[in-house]
């Protein structure tokens, strides 16, 4: 049988150990009793079926029926059953009944007539007024025997003798039943100590394994308690909360560091931001209102005698005005990140997604610009990250690489992990950045190519707010000419 990792660990070995030890120590204890104490045993039981023998024929010699033709039954029933040689002996030592063959009383005779004359060397069992039992080697046969010597009451001598023979045959045959038994089983409780060393580590090892991944921060890892409950599926169940708790203390310390080390780089720079912004604001909106009040003196003149000339006029002032409202908003949003006044929820999101319903929602755009798009992540891809920030940050790359796309027309957007990072990408074909202008390009207002990002309504705001919350986030963002374009980057913590 071929053991996997998880069986071969210490834990596994020693449950194994363990259990085939009691078995194995169980047979060996049974094996050294049963060799050397069933002789005893043996011994005891024997000397009490002797004794009881003894004492049913005192009863009946006391009764008067010993002798009588009626009880010839119930001799044979007592040495038959209790494999007993009995004998009974008057003064003279004449046989006057017996339960063996002439040549077996003789013998039984001539073993107790040496005793009688030259008295006995043997292991006394027990003793009493009545009778003395013995444990008697019979020398010319060489076989054991346990001997009861006692006198009836009416003056009679009773002999009565079991061979020890067969309780040494016996634990003969029992020892190697117990062997063939012993190996047999220690077979059987190899597997089956196997099958439940496993149902006893499996667990354990799962809840290794969870504690492994939450200790590198994987919390979608979870114990599934099995269907009868015991104290290891309580402690899954408590890994489960504790994972839950975890991973909401290392949002709350995420977005807590966050806004610490925000706050700490926008200290001291409040004034002169200030006068940036307004700087900047005043220049950017020179050029849609002077557009806006031109075109609207040119309305209130006259000059357009023309239906058509007017709606000329009026779509250029809505266009210049929807431009300068959308500049707006994105004004105060960097001026929001750059002065700390947003909220930041870090929490942990799976970014694919988020890539893909911006997707979704880009799709007409992308087909209207006759753009094909590759994103190939079936896969859940977790960061540590403020989820609507980082759809601005996706939604900005993608605008870029939309209005700058040229010859293939393709963009391909990946994720990658790099050190614990996932590292976000957006790569357009098209025109290289000049290089000169590489480092520029997160600058507010600035613009490569001023004619064409006028004309798709670009503010030069959108990458100035990608770098916004890359300061806030303390992770780097880079652009990289590729030899057939232009490829955007940002990094995100990976949760």
């Known amino acids: 049988m071929k053991l996997s990792k998880e069986n071969k660990s210490i834990l596994y070995k020693q449950i194994l150990t363990i259990m085939i030890g009691v078995i194995a120590s169980t047979l060996i204890i049974v094996f050294f009793t049963n060799t050397f104490f069933l002789k005893r045993?043996?011994?005891?039981?024997?000397?009490?079926?002797?004794?009881?023998?003894?004492?049913?024929?005192?009863?009946?010699?006391?009764?008067?029926?010993?002798?009588?033709?009626?009880?010839?039954?119930?001799?044979?029933?007592?040495?038959?059953?209790?494999?007993?040689?009995?004998?009974?002996?008057?003064?003279?030592?004449?046989?006057?009944?017996?339960?063996?063959g002439e040549s077996a009383t003789a013998r039984v005779i001539e073993q107790f007539m040496k005793h009688v004359l030259f008295?006995?060397?043997?292991?006394?069992?027990?003793?009493?007024?009545k009778y003395t039992i013995e444990l008697q080697r019979d020398k010319e046969i060489e076989s054991d025997f346990i001997v009861l010597w006692g006198n009836l009451p009416d003056g009679n001598t009773v002999v009565i003798r079991s061979p020890m023979e067969s309780i040494n045959?016996?634990?003969?045959?029992?020892?190697?039943?117990?062997?063939?038994?012993?190996?047999?089983?220690?077979?059987?409780?190899?597997?089956?100590?196997?099958?439940?060393?496993?149902?006893?580590?499996?667990p354990i090892f799962e809840l290794s394994r969870l504690s492994k991944k939450m200790k590198d921060l994987d919390f979608d890892?979870?114990?599934?308690?099995?269907?009868?409950?015991?104290?290891?599926?309580?402690?899954?169940?408590?890994?489960?909360?504790?994972?839950?708790?975890?991973?909401?203390?290392?949002?709350?310390?995420?977005?807590?560091?966050?806004?610490?080390?925000?706050?700490?780089?926008?200290?001291?720079?409040?004034?002169?931001?200030?006068?940036?912004?307004?700087?900047?604001?005043?220049h950017e909106l020179?050029?849609?209102?002077?557009?806006?009040?031109?075109?609207?003196?040119?309305?209130?003149?006259?000059?357009?005698?023309?239906?058509?000339?007017?709606?000329?006029y009026l779509d250029v002032i809505i266009d210049e005005s929807q431009k300068m409202?959308?500049?707006?908003?994105?004004?105060?949003?960097?001026?929001?990140?750059?002065?700390?006044?947003?909220?930041?929820?870090?929490?942990?999101?799976?970014?694919?997604?988020?890539?893909?319903?911006?997707l979704k929602n880009s799709d007409i755009l992308?087909?209207?610009?006759?753009?094909?798009?590759?994103?190939?992540?079936?896969?859940?891809?977790?960061?540590?990250?403020?989820?609507i920030s980082t759809e601005q940050i996706i939604s900005n790359y993608l605008s870029n690489a939309i209005h700058y796309a040229k010859n293939e027309k393709i963009i391909e957007i990946k994720l990658t992990e790099k050190d614990g990072e996932i590292i976000f990408s957006v790569f357009n074909t098209g025109d290289p950045i000049p290089e000169e202008s590489l480092d520029k390009v997160w600058e507010k207002f600035y613009k490569v190519d001023k004619a064409r990002t006028r004309e798709y309504g670009g503010s030069g705001?959108?990458?100035?707010?990608?770098?916004?919350?890359?300061?806030?986030?303390?992770?780097?963002?880079k652009v990289i000419n590729k030899d057939n374009g232009v490829m955007f980057t940002f990094a995100f913590d990976k949760a």
């Not at 190697?176 to 439940?196: D, E, K, T």
């Not at 705001?461 to 963002?477: H, N, P, R, T």
């Open 41 to 100: 045993i043996y011994e005891s039981e024997k000397a009490a079926t002797i004794i009881n023998t003894f004492n049913t024929l005192t009863t009946a010699d006391e009764d008067g029926n010993l002798f009588k033709k009626s009880y010839r039954s119930e001799f044979e029933k007592n040495s038959i059953n209790g494999n007993l040689t009995i004998i009974v002996m008057s003064a003279d030592r004449s046989v006057v009944m017996s339960s063996a």
């Open 325 to 358: 409202d959308k500049m707006v908003k994105q004004l105060l949003d960097l001026n929001q990140l750059e002065f700390g006044v947003n909220d930041f929820a870090m929490e942990r999101f799976d970014i694919a997604n988020a890539i893909k319903e911006i």
């Open 286 to 312: 020179k050029t849609p209102i002077a557009l806006i009040e031109g075109y609207a003196e040119g309305l209130r003149d006259g000059v357009c005698s023309d239906p058509e000339d007017s709606k000329y």
């Open 119 to 129: 008295g006995s060397e043997d292991k006394v069992i027990k003793q009493s007024e």
């Open 461 to 477: 705001i959108g990458l100035s707010i990608v770098k916004a919350f890359s300061d806030i986030y303390k992770k780097e963002c």
């Open 169 to 202: 045959e016996s634990a003969e045959i029992s020892n190697r039943c117990l062997i063939v038994a012993g190996l047999f089983a220690l077979v059987i409780s190899f597997f089956v100590s196997i099958f439940f060393a496993r149902r006893i580590t499996k």
């Open 366 to 387: 992308l087909r209207k610009n006759d753009i094909k798009v590759r994103f190939d992540n079936d896969k859940k891809v977790y960061i540590w990250g403020d989820e």
């Open 221 to 282: 890892a979870k114990y599934h308690p099995r269907k009868k409950w015991n104290e290891i599926d309580e402690l899954g169940t408590n890994f489960n909360e504790m994972s839950s708790t975890l991973e909401e203390v290392i949002c709350q310390l995420k977005r807590a560091n966050t806004k610490l080390s925000h706050d700490l780089d926008i200290m001291g720079k409040n004034e002169t931001m200030r006068k940036e912004f307004l700087s900047n604001v005043s």
